[in-house]
């Protein structure tokens, strides 16, 4: 597996375009009575370009209570069938701004909220990244694994993917 570090612009780009074809990640929050992390699925609704993704949630949830005491946050995105990974630690922001509920409101949103664009419980979650990791495959599944084995039998050293650090 080759390294290719990716700073400014290229980073935003890979990031992107790694969560737009993966779409939900995990989001883990931390409780202050809890040592370990809380992760619940998200699905974003926008990569802007500083890299920033956004979220709709809600103010009843785990989620928002653990945001309350600690705004760091870890995003974790995986597609198996592509054999493309990313891992991105950052800081949240909560706000109820109109404009980016009205922005981001569709039928899949309004499936989580009752009482529509209206909800009192209705956040925007901002994610600012701070350190993002990537793994991703050049070819697909199968070719990687192919690659995979044949480089366990013979000891050939075959490039069969690239990751590294994502610097936004």
Known sequence: MSTENLINQEAIDKLREMV???????????????PFIHAVPM?????????T???????????F??????SRVSLLYADIKGYNFLSVNGVATISKDPARI?????KWVEAWFEKGKED???????????????????TNKLV???????????GAKLDIGRQGNLSL
């Not at 699905?43 to 890299?51: L, N, P, V």
């Not at 009192?120 to 050049?138: C, F, G, M, S, T």
């Not at 990687?144 to 013979?154: G, H, I, N, W």
């Open 102 to 106: 009205e922005k981001y409101w569709n």
């Open 53 to 63: 993704i956004w979220f709709l949630f809600s103010s009843s949830s785990e989620t």
């Open 43 to 51: 699905s974003r609704q926008e990569i802007d370009e500083q890299g």
């Open 20 to 34: 737009d074809g993966i779409d939900i990640g995990m989001l883990g929050t931390y409780s202050h009575n809890n």
């Open 144 to 154: 990687s694994l192919v690659k995979l084995a044949a480089s366990a039998l013979t």
């Open 120 to 138: 009192p419980h209705i956040r925007v979650l901002q994610v600012k990244p701070v350190e993002a990791h990537y793994w991703d495959n050049k």
């Open 65 to 70: 209570t653990h945001l309350q005491a600690d």
